[in-house]
């Protein structure tokens, strides 16, 4: 009758990561959404975008220096 309600298992670093770059992309089922909301915590994702950010960034300069080197 009274079940107990069981917290959601937490998210790995990889679910973390691909939630992230699902949503630097832009495309995201409202199921896969509604079960990150439920798993990630917002100090992950700020983590996590901060990192794939970066890396974003670093390799647009390489590339950029790269298609320029004479």
Given at each position: ?70
């Amino acid at each position: 009758m009274n079940e107990p309600v069981t917290a959601p298992k937490k998210a790995s670093v990889l679910q973390v990561f691909r939630a992230v770059l699902w949503s630097f992309i832009g495309i995201r089922k409202k199921s896969g959404y509604e079960d990150d909301v439920a798993r990630i915590k917002p100090v992950q994702v700020i983590v996590a975008g901060l990192v794939v950010a970066a890396v974003f960034v670093a390799s647009l300069v390489m590339l950029v220096r790269f298609l320029t080197a004479k």
